[in-house]
Each structure stands twice: as structure tokens, then as C-alpha cells.
């Protein structure tokens, strides 16, 4: 795959990168909803074949954010903001076991969490979006890595967290937000050892969540 068609993609499997490329062309508009995303084009522009795109698009399908349709292929699909809001009390559910799992890991040890915080702080100074979603993802990844729990991980991947925080805060928060104050007092609460910290975790990520 050349190199020069898509400069930011992230190094991953195949399929991952081309699943990132359709994924930023969907969040800055190149495909509008209702429009078509052709395979072959893609695989053409990449330099592919047509069966990693195939793949990266029926993940984006499982994802919700296009749809198929026998003789229409696939299309963008119209999202509104109560489609990104359903994945988020499943998601405030898990992480909220998951601090549950982790809490005496990230009280004796948080300096996973604290970098990510720390880079949030550089984003949230320099209003960089793309680094904001990036930490802010990177943020509780670790939280669910500490839980060490597979099922738990599987099932907190499976909701597709990178891509609707993407949206959410790209389509559906323009006005800037402290990241980094937000979850520097969640590693706080790790650190006191709050017996709250379930409730914390899950009140935060059901914040996150678009307003209808």
C-alpha cells in the first residue's frame, strides 16, 4: 500500500489502516451521509486489492456507520446524535466494572493513566483535536488494560470506543473542554483510593455522551 496516498494512517494490520482511511474520509465530510463508498475506487486509490477494503468496510457495517443494500452497495449512514449516544451507558457499564477490577493496580501504580493526562494537557493547550481524541481513547484503554480482564476488553473493543468518540467529539462537542482536568480527577480518585471510584468512572463516561 503506498505509502504517499495515505501519510496518517496508523501502522496496523492492513485492514486497520484502510478502515482508518474510510473512517476520516466519513468524519471530515469527503463521503457525506447517503453517499456511496465504492470498493474498487478505494482499493484503486490505495493501491490493494478489493479484499482488505471489504473487510474494513463490513467492520465499519458492524460499527453502524454505513450500510449495505443489495444493488445500492454501500452508502454513509445518516447519524444523528441518539445513534452515537446508545453505545454510552453499555460503555459507562464496563468501565465501570473495570475501575472496580483495577482500582488497587492504578492506586499503587496510575503512571499509565498520568502520561495520557499529561498529553491531554498539551492538546487541551493547544485546542488539537485529533490529539485530544487520541489521548482521551489512549485514557481508558489503559483503565480497561488494568482490569486484566479478556472478556471485559473484547467486549469494550467490540463497541468500536475510538471511532464514536471520534464523532462524538469532532461532530458534537465544538466548544473546547477541559480533557485533561476531567481525567486527572479520575486518576486522583484512583490514587485516594475513593470508594467511589466506580461511580466516578461511570458518571464520566455517561458525560462524555452526546446531548439529544
Request: proline share 5%.
Amino acid at each position: 500500500m503506498a505509502s504517499a496516498a495515505s501519510p496518517n494512517l496508523i501502522v496496523h494490520s492492513l485492514r486497520e489502516q484502510i478502515r482508518e482511511h474510510i473512517l476520516e474520509g466519513i468524519v471530515s465530510g469527503r463521503w457525506k451521509p447517503g453517499e456511496r463508498i465504492v470498493e474498487r475506487r478505494i482499493a484503486a486509490e490505495l493501491q490493494v486489492s478489493q479484499t482488505p477494503v471489504r473487510e474494513a468496510l463490513r467492520e465499519l457495517e458492524s460499527l453502524r456507520l454505513i450500510e449495505s443494500a443489495p444493488n445500492k452497495g454501500v452508502r454513509v449512514r445518516g447519524l444523528t446524535a441518539a445513534d452515537l449516544k446508545e453505545s454510552y451507558p453499555v460503555r459507562a457499564g464496563l468501565e465501570q466494572v473495570a475501575a472496580e477490577l483495577a482500582a488497587e493496580r492504578l492506586a499503587e501504580d496510575p503512571s499509565a493513566l498520568e502520561r495520557e493526562v499529561a498529553a491531554l494537557q498539551q492538546a487541551d493547550a493547544l485546542l488539537d483535536g485529533e490529539a485530544q481524541v487520541r489521548h482521551t481513547v489512549a485514557f481508558h484503554q489503559e483503565l480497561v488494560r488494568a482490569a486484566d480482564n479478556a472478556v471485559l476488553t473484547h467486549a469494550w473493543q467490540a463497541l468500536g470506543i475510538e471511532v464514536w468518540t471520534t464523532l462524538s467529539i469532532r461532530w458534537l462537542s465544538p466548544a473546547p473542554r477541559a480533557y485533561a482536568t476531567e481525567h486527572q480527577e479520575i486518576v486522583d480518585a484512583f490514587v485516594r483510593r475513593d470508594p467511589a471510584i466506580c461511580t466516578i468512572v461511570k458518571e464520566h463516561v455517561l458525560s462524555c455522551a452526546p446531548q439529544v
